[in-house]
């Protein structure tokens, strides 16, 4: 039995890497008529005729490649599509101005790869299958076979004898045992010039990336300015004034002491009373910077705490098996605790959920309402704090809310170690 599940795996992979192969060779079949289309348009945009044309082209251009990345999508390689914008129409300009473009020079040099070297590499895939069948069973139907048709390897070799059919046997054996070794291979052949050209053009994506890392470095500062402005506020408006009051107190009692104990003990009552308020609010400065109760609990324990304490009833889903980096986890929670304080003052919800998942290197969040909606992050609510503090950390924030309900924020952190 042991021996037997190893070639069991070894057919299916054969099979369904030539299933695949198959579709690839459907995507180069169209890509082979689709050169002819492409040579004509070139010519007849290079005497001024085909200029409308080129558009449309490229758009069917993108079709297939699109197909192209659906498929190799389904094989486990994800291409992140590379247009942020209309294909070029060609109305001004040579021909070479159209391939410039980095995008329809990839495209096109995929589409002619597809229509030659995908279209060979499948059909050597589905014949060394169809052949070795026919050519392990040719003596089986021997009789029922027409002179003409008695051969081997596509009619390369004649068999003019039903004995001589034993040599189609070996043959047709043979053919089987390339295609069951063969096959899985054959297709990352030709799933490699999908792999290297579909996606965004290396230099490209390295300027965006750049582009991208400048603009998540100075959100990052913006919200570490923002977050000290705001502690400072906390710390100067609330308990500094205290504690000046417990002093101003404190002061009046020692004056009082001799001339009325009684005033003095009063006064003395109301220095504590104001002590434990500026104990209470620095607390509340130091849980806003990173909360222990998430280094106590983690970070489910401190949603647990958060839903508890929502005015709107919350119900909690927490799937994070492992813990995430410090600052990922203060960030999540800040998302989660903003967003419930969003729904208690503003919504008019009767209920929320909040969904915590990792997936892959990412941790998401997800926090809905079944309130009035209309939220805006451009409104100066605290949706705008959510985004900064989540592209700070290279993050991405979707909210979804139409007038009427249901709101939805969904937010991704990048948790990898």
Known sequence: MGGDEPRRGLLAGALIATLWVAAGVGIGVLALMTLPLVGAVAALRSIRIGRPLVRPLLQWVRVLADLERRRLGRLGHEIESPYHDEPPDGETGPVRGVLDEPTVRRDL?????????????????????????????LWLWWPLVDESERSVINGLIGLETWSGSVFGVVVGIAQLILWLLFAPRLLRYQCRPGVNLLGPDPDIDLSERVARLAATRAAALDAHAIELRRIERALHDGAQNRIVGVAVLVGAARREVERDPGRADEILARAQDSAELALSELRAVVRSILP??????????????????????????????????????????????????????????????VGVSVRGDRLHVVVTDDGRGGADPAGGSG???????????????????????????????PCGS
């Open 109 to 137: 040099s995929w589409l002619f790869m597809q229509a030659t070297f995908g279209i060979v590499l499948g059909t050597v895939t589905v014949q060394l299958l169809s052949n070795g069948i026919h050519d392990a069973t």
């Open 383 to 413: 949706l705008a704090g959510i985004g900064r503090r989540v592209e700070a950390h290279d993050g991405e924030v979707a909210v979804v809310s139409p007038e009427g309900g249901p709101t939805e924020i969904r937010v991704e952190l």
């Open 292 to 353: 222990p109760v998430l280094e106590n609990r983690g970070l489910e324990g401190a949603l647990s705490a958060l839903a508890s304490e929502c005015a709107v009833p919350c119900r909690l889903t927490v799937d994070v098996p492992v813990r995430c980096p410090a600052s990922v986890e203060a960030t999540a929670y800040f998302v989660v605790a903003e967003s419930l304080t969003n729904v208690a003052k503003h919504s008019g919800a009767s209920r929320a959920e």
